[in-house]
């Protein structure tokens, strides 16, 4: 079984008519996806890839009975894009979209406090679960279906890290790319819950790298519930150039435990399992289970 | 992107936010006869350069007379500043702030920036403006308070902040009209953070930005075409500044092995391997998933073009925009074009591996093609150093 998206799983593309929308709303009928039509302000009505294209989320929801949608659209209009599909109470909104102004994801956070949806993303590579449904952009080829959940705060490590778990001869429940953004939907901690709730998933890999404060909160949630399957943590970023920083308040809000050794020290304790280089997360997530068994 | 504190300055005041008079100077003549302009006897001279920490670093100076102005901006100008904030290259002064030295009854430190573990914006004050707050708050010499702001930017509780700081009743009123305009100039220009530190009360009882800095969303940008041509890039590196013209995230490093990969998490994990095998990477290059074959052979060339570098290591996993066979013909355009070559280890998985083996018979690239990534990162290191005198 997996998490967030399933066989049922009946999904539109914000900005399905544009060069990426088409591209990967393409790619993810040809993988199987239940991509019943698309939305695109002013092209309602008209059909694009033999589906339906609707002026509106709420309308093309109406008609098609979706269930998912996936925001494709600019970065000066994704946050609008993603609001209209919180209101028109989408049950999941996947964004792809990079580079979407700081503000305006405050008021999506915003508008996803009246809501019912859950969102994931921006900067998302999307959810995939094998051999059933494929909502984003990754590459598909090197996952093969079974009992690993992966959660990833990075978009181009997550193919990565699939093949190799693939590698390792495990398969995957979900693989999940969160996003990169410092403010997105979805949290680490929130998707880690939904694997733990997962009666398919026996184990998850966390990608996280330097900045923002998700996997320490992930690791207070672990240590205080100890979940009985192995995680095993890819953190990223131990030698990342330096930043120039201007002024003092970052340092007030977020502390001094955003670096990777802070991440890999708080994550540790929680027992979690590291991975110590990229390279070594399949077999580390293979011995973890030989263990546990 | 961040502003430098003339430019701080000048977008405060337009919307009603006090700062010190003052003029930015080109040259040491320039600074004397600005400060006489401005009637100044007492006054600061302040390095321009886009970091903190610059009290610290001596780049500002206090001086009270035009004529000491003068020499001051003349010591100043052209030397390079570096300070906790810049990195160890620091940064070279072309103009310097002469400034009207303000009679301060106290001062506060007060900022707004975005919290992004909450997804708020939110307001920082404390009780006293100065330049090493972060230590004297690690050692509770001092405070911070917080106020955020309602959804929407909506402004509350004021007044209990203003009580919070210690502030006369009287300030009241100016203090919460200060946060309004703050929090107007900060949304307005989809800033993450402005800082005033230290912001000074007057003797005649006004708050007035003696330092300030700004910092704008780089996403946002489009936006504001007016903060886009502020932008001074004579301090930015060139080669950064050509890479972002193809569609490809560079950071320069002191290293020898050019690092090639689509995705900044790929990256990271790549310059962590590279460590872990004692190696030292030049650079970090991300393709973006924009970026054409052409964009992807600008990028090679600038690695070709650098003498540091000693091997190339390419680690790509080819999505669906980017697929492997782009970054292989961007690699053959560039061995072509500037008919340099190193030592090129090229790692891919993904989309369309197996064709970019293709395209790099076709252009006669000689690469080293290991598919598994340690592997890769190994061979990379030691072809460096085999290159290198011994480290």
Redesign the interface.
């Known amino acids: 079984m997996s998490i967030l998206v399933d066989a049922d799983t009946r999904v539109i593309c914000q900005g399905m008519t544009g060069r990426a929308g088409t591209h990967y709303s393409a790619a993810m009928i040809a993988y199987g996806t239940r991509v019943v039509g698309g939305v695109r302000p002013g092209r309602g009505g008209s059909r694009h890839l033999g589906l339906p294209v609707f002026d509106t989320v709420a309308s093309a929801k109406a008609d098609t009975g979706a269930n998912a949608s996936m925001v494709f659209v600019p970065p000066e209009n994704a946050a609008a894009a993603m609001i209209e599909a919180i209101e028109a109470e989408m049950p999941l909104v996947v964004a792809l979209t990079e580079r979407v102004p700081l503000q305006d994801m405050i008021r999506v956070r915003d508008a996803l406090k009246h809501g019912t949806t859950t969102l994931i993303g921006p900067n998302s590579q999307g959810v995939l679960a094998p051999g059933v449904c494929k909502i984003g952009v990754m590459a598909t080829g090197g996952e093969r279906s079974g009992h690993i959940g992966i959660l990833s705060r990075s978009a181009s490590l997550t193919s990565e890290v699939t093949a190799q778990v693939s590698a390792a001869g495990l398969g995957q429940s979900t693989t999940v790319g969160i996003g990169g953004d410092a403010i997105h939907g979805l949290s680490m901690r929130a998707c880690f819950e939904l694997f733990l709730a997962d009666p398919e998933t026996h184990g998850v890999v966390v990608v996280g790298e330097i900045g923002g404060i998700e996997e320490e909160e992930l690791a207070d949630f672990i240590a205080d519930s100890r979940p009985d399957m192995p995680v095993v943590a890819l953190i990223v970023g131990r030698h990342a150039p330096e930043r120039r920083r201007m002024g003092h308040s970052g340092a007030f809000i977020e502390g001094a435990r955003n670096d990777a050794a802070g991440k890999i020290r708080a994550l540790e304790n929680a027992g979690v399992i590291i991975a110590e280089s990229p390279h070594l997360v399949g077999e580390t997530m293979q011995r973890a289970l030989l263990i546990e068994a | 992107m961040?502003l430098q504190e003339f430019q701080s300055k000048t977008l405060l005041a337009r919307y009603g936010i006090d700062v010190p008079k003052g003029r930015l100077a080109l040259s040491g003549d320039d600074a004397q006869a600005g400060a006489r302009a401005l009637g100044l006897e007492r006054s600061a001279v302040k390095a321009q350069v886009?970091?903190?920490g610059r009290g610290r670093s001596k780049g500002v100076v206090l001086v009270s007379s035009p004529e000491e102005a003068g020499a001051a901006a003349r010591r100043l100008l052209g030397e390079t500043l570096v300070t906790e904030?810049?990195?160890p290259a620091g940064y070279l002064v072309r103009q310097v702030l002469v400034e009207e030295a303000v009679e301060a009854d106290r001062s506060l430190y007060l900022?707004v920036?975005?919290?992004?573990?909450r997804?708020?914006?939110?307001i920082?004050a404390g009780p006293e403006g100065s330049e090493d707050?972060?230590d004297k708050?690690q050692s509770g010499q001092t405070r911070?308070e917080r106020l955020t702001l309602a959804?929407g930017g909506a402004l509350n509780e004021t007044e209990a902040l203003a009580q919070r700081l210690g502030l006369d009743a009287r300030l009241h009123s100016s203090f919460a009209r200060l946060l309004g305009q703050l929090r107007t100039a900060f949304?307005e220009n989809?800033a993450?953070?402005i800082?005033l530190?230290p912001l000074a009360i007057t003797t005649a009882g006004t708050f007035v930005a003696l330092d300030a800095?700004i910092?704008i969303?780089d996403?946002?940008l489009?936006?504001h075409p007016d903060l886009v041509a502020l932008r001074d890039d004579r301090e930015d590196d060139g080669v950064e500044i050509a890479a972002q013209s193809h569609q490809l995230n560079y950071?320069?490093?002191d290293g020898d092995i050019g690092v090639v990969?689509?995705?900044?998490?790929?990256?990271?994990?790549?310059?962590?391997?590279?460590?872990?095998a004692n190696g030292r990477?030049a650079n970090?290059m991300d393709i973006r998933?924009t970026a054409t074959s052409i964009d992807v052979a600008h990028g090679f060339a600038l690695l070709l073009d650098n003498p540091a570098v000693r091997s190339i290591l390419v680690n790509v996993?080819?999505?669906?925009?980017q697929p492997c066979d782009i970054i292989a013909d961007g690699l053959g355009i560039a061995m072509r074009r500037t008919g340099k070559a190193r030592p090129t280890i090229v790692r891919l998985?993904?989309?369309n591996a197996e064709y970019a083996r293709f395209r790099f018979q076709n252009f006669g690239c000689k690469v080293i093609d290991c598919p598994?990534?340690?592997g890769a990162v190994t061979r990379a290191v030691d072809e460096a150093s085999a290159r290198g005198e011994s480290r």
């Not at chain 2, 997804?119 to 939110?122: N, V």
């Not at chain 2, 996993?317 to 925009?321: N, R």
């Open positions: 961040n886009p970091a903190g904030q810049t990195g900022a920036l975005i919290d992004t573990a997804a708020e914006i939110a920082l707050i972060e708050l911070i959804p949304m989809d993450t953070l800082e530190n800095k910092v969303d996403n946002a489009f936006r950071v320069r490093m990969v689509n995705g900044a998490g790929l990256g990271l994990a790549t310059l962590d391997m590279i460590r872990a990477p970090f998933t996993h080819g999505g669906g925009m998985a993904g989309n598994d990534m340690w």
